[in-house]
């Protein structure tokens, strides 16, 4: 059973960034990677991805304020969150894209 586990969410004022962190056990074995988040009383909505070869696809809401990278050293998927909005308040998950395999989420929250 594969377990991903997240970090680093928290409380951010707006205009400020928070990286989160996705540890993948054999990270090396998954063809893509993503981050979801799920707003209270929303649906879960994807953020990005980024596949084995490094290329990465955003939502287009967030593209250029979101970066998502991984480090193979450290089985570790991180997603760079810049210039904070209010409506970037969630819980914010990562997964093996198409998978069952999903971490339990980290909250971030951005007040207005």
């Known amino acids: 059973q594969l377990q991903l586990v997240e970090s680093g969410g928290g409380l951010a004022q707006p205009g400020e960034s928070l990286r989160l962190s996705c540890v993948v056990p054999?990270?090396?074995?998954?063809?893509?990677l993503a981050w979801f988040r799920q707003a209270p009383g929303k649906e879960r909505e994807w953020v990005g991805d980024?596949?084995?070869?490094?290329?990465?696809r955003y939502n287009s809401s967030m593209k250029g304020r979101f970066f998502i990278s991984k480090n193979y050293d450290k089985d570790t998927m991180f997603l760079q969150m810049n210039d904070l909005k209010p409506e970037d308040t969630a819980v914010y998950y990562c997964?093996?894209?198409?998978?069952?395999?999903w971490g339990p989420g980290t909250q971030v929250i951005v007040p207005s």
């Open positions: 997964n093996v894209l198409g998978s069952k395999f």
């Open positions: 054999s990270i090396l074995k998954f063809n893509t």
């Open positions: 980024i596949r084995k070869d490094g290329e990465t």
